[in-house]
């Protein structure tokens, strides 16, 4: 064999020895920082995805409440029973409205009931404003409210309570009746008139203010 050859075939000799040994030094090289590689990937990804995706939507702001209308009502009837399912009290209207930030009940040509020991209690109005429970009510405009009679918790006998007027404010629970403007009050056949009253139902106390007037009706013999 000639010098020539045997120089070419260390040379590829060298070569190939030279190839094997980057070959593993690659391969060493890829299984010792590959999962280095992949991590830094990784957070590199999650970084971008931080920065690139839109942050959670805040919260939305609770609108203020409103003196505006939340329901309405046509031709209605809202009732109030006690924790036994008595019927307490009954609101009943052409047209009713709503308000939540006073959480009144605007009722125009309104009929309400209201039961207490078994004593009803009425009253009509061209507009009334009730509170949430409707154990207080502000009449306006022909407003009449009407006890009707009936006996106490002592057993006497109560005569039939009327009062008229363009405003009466009428408390069902304490059962009061208040107005600053003039009104009637009739009991059984007694009228009396005042420029403003104060009655109290428990109490049995009638205060009338003002140019009072009275008409008093003669009582049968016992």
């Known amino acids: 064999m000639s010098t020539a050859s045997l120089h070419t075939e260390s040379g590829l ?26 991590i830094v990937v990784l957070a590199l990804g999650t970084w971008w995805l931080a ?17 505006e209308p939340d329901y309405y009502m046509r031709n209605f ?49 061209k507009k009334a404003y009730s509170n949430g429970d409707g154990s207080e009510v502000q009449l306006v405009g ?15 006998a109560q005569p039939r309570l009327e009062f008229r007027g363009e405003f009466l404010h009428a408390f069902l629970r304490t059962e009061q009746v208040k107005s600053h403007l003039p009104v009637t009050l009739k009991r059984g056949n007694d009228v009396f008139t005042a420029d403003n009253l104060l009655y109290d139902n428990l109490g049995r106390i009638v205060t009338l203010q003002g140019r009072v007037k009275g008409t008093l009706s003669p009582r049968a013999a016992p």
């Open 77 to 125: 009837a809202v009732k109030n029973f006690n924790v036994a399912g008595q019927l307490q009290s009954e609101i009943a209207g052409k047209q009713g409205q709503h308000y939540p930030d006073t959480d009144i009940l605007e009722v125009d040509q309104a009929r309400i009931r209201s039961f207490k020991a078994d004593q009803l209690t009425t009253a009509t109005a």
């Open 142 to 156: 022909d407003a009449v409210v009407v006890r009707e009679a009936g006996i106490d918790a002592a057993g006497n």
């Open 13 to 38: 000799a060298a070569l190939w020895s030279a190839a094997v040994r980057w070959g593993q030094n690659l391969w060493f090289a890829s299984t010792t920082y590959l999962p280095m590689l992949l």
């Open 51 to 67: 920065r690139n995706t839109p942050g959670a939507m805040a919260p939305a702001e609770v609108a203020p409440v409103t003196h």
